[in-house]
């Protein structure tokens, strides 16, 4: 039998389309590894037992795509993780998933998160807490858990995610493959279960840069659905995957991202990867982004300010868990909303009430404008800018959940993107062992960032340093794989 979770999305589509295999044996190849590895792994809220038939020559040739559980599909169940919606099945399709279709993809499962995206670890689901393939007795990454965990560990080839301040680039980081989150309103928000309507961004997880640029040319585009939604172009240049070096290219260290906290080894293999990136021609240049230090303020204070809003409307009437037959609002949605969820809905209300707002919430959008200058400015100098994904390696299962403040710094590299818009790819460039006494490496990502629609730089860098660095990346696999 081929080994399926050795190949690329590419590669499998390839196989289809030249008669090598069918839709169906690779369908059934990743059925059979996520019913023999998802019990060690929990990556899964809901798996389909058989493929939609597809045409072979559609781009996607009927490969099978893992779904995080916040993107809509007509008559599938969609939980966002969250006990308020155990039952909910969507009308329609999200505007992504209708793509995605046309193109031919079929949906292998719904994938665990955190519940309503919230939360760094997926710790917080109300369905179960997806594990770790490099270590099992560690997280994920969240809050796209599960679809990490699940590409990981070669039980899907792609994967859908959402990144708010973090969601995808954080656990593709924990779980060593690649994810990528797109400008701010390239890829439609039409269908997917908001969090935080001004960050919220579709995205993807893949092994290979190439992938994710192929699956965001078949999602991106101009939605009218979506308020949001940008119409410029979004068609990637194939030259950029003939690049050997990256010649030509400037490339900004911000100096404010470079700071005590970061895990040792961490840091070496940061450093490790900005030598190779010297190495293949790039120009290597400081640059500041001096409100950097406020990103993560701003963050807890306009994320949480609008999933109050986005949340309003789980009443146990309108939609949602319902105590009672309805009557008893605040208890249907006290046993719907998870202890995050509830936290960040009155942390949210807090900032947004009366006598508060001003001191609260105008005050941090306006210094998300300064953030947004801040990125403007350097992106004048440089075309990429690249920092760690995130301050450490994944950590052990239970060993930060009494501590939202401890699990709100593993955003610390990730949010100021976010507030900005900007495109971020995070690249696994290499493993150390955690600070922690563990006795098994784990992965250490890289992050990406390009200026707005600057897609195609991001991928361009990206690809050709995964190039340069594939067999050292490719020589070590999950503990679970």
Known sequence: MTEFKNFSLKEI?????????????????????????????????????????QDVHSPLAGVPIGVKDVFSEIGIKTTAASKMLASYKPPYDATIISCLKEAGFSSIGKLNMDEFAMGGSGENSAMRITRNPWDTERIPGGSSSGSASAVASGMVPAALGTDTGGSIRQPASMCGIVGFKSTYGRNSRKGVISMASSLDTPGTFTKTVEDAAFLYEIMAGYDAGDSMSLQEPTAINPAIWDKKDLKWIKIGIPKEYFIEGIEKGVQKEIDGAINTLRELGAEIKDVSLPHTEYGLAVYYIVMPAEVSTNLSRYDGIRFGHTHGGGADIAMSRSEGFGKEAQRRIMLGSFVLSSGFYDAYYRRASLVRELIKDDFKKAFEEVDIIITPTAPSV?????????????????????????????????????????????????????????PLLGEEKVFEVAYVLQQNLKENINEKKPQIF
């Open 13 to 53: 589509i390839a196989m289809i389309q030249s008669g090598k295999t069918t839709q169906k044996e690779v369908y059934e190849y990743f059925l059979t590894r996520i019913k023999n590895l998802d019990p060690q792994l929990e990556a899964f809220n809901l798996i389909h037992e058989t493929a939609s038939e």
């Open 394 to 450: 994944a950590w052990k299962i239970g060993e930060k959940v009494d501590d939202p403040l401890k699990m709100y710094l593993s955003d610390i590299f990730t949010v100021n993107g976010s507030l900005a818009w900007l495109p971020g790819l995070s690249l696994p460039v290499g493993y150390t062992l955690p600070e922690d006494g563990g006795i098994r490496e784990l992965p250490v990502g890289l992050q990406i960032l390009g």
